[in-house]
């Protein structure tokens, strides 16, 4: 299975589980479950391009390794409730923020040396 035909069959399930959820919704007689129901699906059919995406690079890698550590209570917390917010899966959000901040370019840290030409040049300029 190619990376496009692994992304197309995965995108398809994805489709496939909006469009139940959308008919779930239709039947719903409790107006407020039937709305959240129907924005449920209209923002998973947002993010479906990409978790598709996601999905079929995890398939191409032909491994998926699970990580498991500890963290405050609080963090998970705020994690859970971002993903509710987001309105997607814990574990796709901490996959996303982890590949954004190894990807992100990494601030310069100033050395010992800097600093304390930095504050020299300070203090000459207040004096």
């Given amino acids: 299975m190619t990376d496009s ?3 197309d069959a995965v995108l398809a399930t994805i489709n ?3 469009a139940e959820t959308r008919a779930e919704a239709e039947v719903q007689r409790d107006p407020a479950k039937r709305d959240r129901m129907s924005r449920h699906a209209r923002i998973r ?14 398939i191409a890698e032909g491994q998926q ?4 550590l500890r963290v405050p209570a609080s963090l998970v917390a705020e994690l859970k409730a971002r993903a509710d917010a987001e309105h997607v899966p ?8 982890l590949t954004e901040a190894l990807r992100a370019p990494t601030a310069p840290v100033l050395t010992v040396e800097q600093v304390e030409q930095i ?3 300070v203090y000459r300029e207040s004096a």
């Avoid at 390794?65 to 498991?68: K, N």
């Fill in 90 to 97: 814990t574990s796709a959000l901490v996959r996303r923020l």
């Fill in 119 to 121: 504050a020299r040049r």
């Fill in 45 to 58: 059919e947002e993010v479906a391009e990409e978790e598709a995406e996601a999905i079929a690079e995890e």
């Fill in 65 to 68: 390794a699970a990580l498991s």
């Fill in 16 to 18: 496939q589980q909006i």
């Fill in 5 to 7: 035909t692994a992304r």
